[in-house]
């Protein structure tokens, strides 16, 4: 009886100290992104939804701490997930006040991660859970799966070049759930016939989007307005 | 040939029917333009209410490409109405005044005058869509900017940069001149028939009516006749405003979704225009001309 309430006790203390582990590892992470105080990146932005087909075009990013963030196209008209560009890792690690529970390990582009789910404290918080996958000797965040209560399920892949040091990735590749789009011909006044019906694969496939940003360059902490954002 | 064209013309231009086509393409343009400076932004969101549940839109989608294209879209359906006033009666007309036997006594052969007719006809068709292009694109362009031009398609959308747009519509408005001029041939091929101009104006708008109908209908037994109805091919000019996508779903800029539709629609329209022309001068070569 004593062995077993010995080895409860013991597990209590690993699992314990599991979740202890996790909380420091994401807050080493947030430390490193905390070395950023704003950026400006430039950009390509390619929209991969199945019933749109728009060109890449040129695109800046702002992100000035705690939680300001904007993405501009360079002119012209942008179509970006609802509510979905703006969960980014900044505004996840805006919050303190959550907790990172350990959930195993995984491969993410060849790079073994730590999974690691994050729960904000915060009822009124907007995202439900987060679970992020850490490159745990670079402290990088390799994908991020967000769930929201507005706007269902995000995932985030990110690959790192030369701003790796930041914690800012070169290529984002974010992807979500799309509805159903068919406007009648009546209103869009097209007379050819209708196109074949799709199977049940295309239709799985079709409700995934994804918008993907590739990353030329950063300026790191020089300084942004308040302005850039509104 | 040349004099009989320009005296054709001139009986045209003189004509104040003929003003009433270009007076009514400018209110129509004008309302359209009012109501969407005026409450745009309301109109666009109703537009966008199915897309805007899973995707956010930023720029400004407003702008004069995208108005031009509304405009099109509503008016190149009614803009046959104010070609058959025209065309239609260039024959009837000539009978209804009791002038016709009188110019065919002049030394021209029936065949030049009535090519002559037909290419006056066509001049108008022209100059009407060079004043439609004048009040939707360009002065459109003036009034609201240029940017990005956003089509919402039955089962997809199309994003158009603001720098590959223009020489669409410039094809766009060549293509909805060959549409236009089947049209005016129709109209002339039924006034041949007719020694009032009501008559084959009525008669060509009813012909527009009924086969625009059939065309938009989607019912099975009628989509085997829809290919070979030219009001199925009068709306080709909006295929210049679709896009190819590559393999990784990029548009291409520059290119166009299905130009060989284009061709056959255009193809389809000259056999038309073509076709009723050689019946006009057919018929017209055997008529027993009696006012």
Known sequence: ?230 | MWTLIQIELFKIFRRPRTYIAFAAIFSLIAIIQFGLKLDGDSYVDFMMRDITSSLTIEGKILNGYQVCYITLQILLVHVPLLIALVAADMISGEANMGTLRFMLTRPISRTNFILAKFIASVVYTLMLLIWLAIMALFVNMLLFGTDDLFLLKSQYVVLLKRDDIFWRYLWAFGFAALAMTTVASLGFLFSLFAENSIGPIVATMSVIIFFTILSTLNIPVFNTIKPFLFTTHMIGWKEFFDIKVNDANEAIVGSIQNPGRIWQSALVLFVHIIGFLAASVLIFKKKDILS
């Open chain 1, 1 to 230: 009886m004593k062995k077993y309430l010995l080895i409860l006790v013991a597990s209590f203390f690993w699992m314990d100290s599991d979740g202890q582990d996790m909380t420091a590892l994401v807050m080493k992470v947030k430390a490193k992104l905390d070395l950023v105080k704003d950026y400006e990146a430039e950009g390509k932005m390619k929209t991969d939804v199945s019933f749109i087909k728009a060109p890449i075009g040129k695109v800046h990013v702002y992100f000035k701490k705690p939680n300001l963030f904007k993405l501009k196209k360079d002119g012209g008209i942008s179509l970006l997930p609802k509510g979905g560009v703006t969960v980014n890792m900044n505004t996840v690690f805006a919050t303190t006040d959550f907790v990172a529970l350990a959930a195993g390990e995984a491969l993410v582009g060849g790079v073994n991660t730590k999974v690691v789910k994050l729960l904000p404290s915060n009822e009124n918080n907007d995202i439900v859970l987060t679970t992020m996958y850490i490159d745990e000797a670079n402290l990088l965040v390799m994908k991020m799966v967000t769930t929201t209560k507005e706007n269902g399920t995000y995932e985030i892949q990110m690959s790192y070049g030369q701003f790796a040091k930041y914690g800012l990735p070169d290529k984002v590749i974010f992807s979500f759930n799309t509805k159903d789009y068919k406007l009648p011909k009546g209103i869009t006044l097209e007379f050819e016939d209708e196109a074949k019906p799709l199977t049940e694969a295309q239709k799985i496939k079709n409700k995934k989007g994804r918008v993907e940003i590739t990353y030329n360059s950063y300026a790191v902490n020089k300084g942004l307005n308040d302005a850039v954002f509104k």
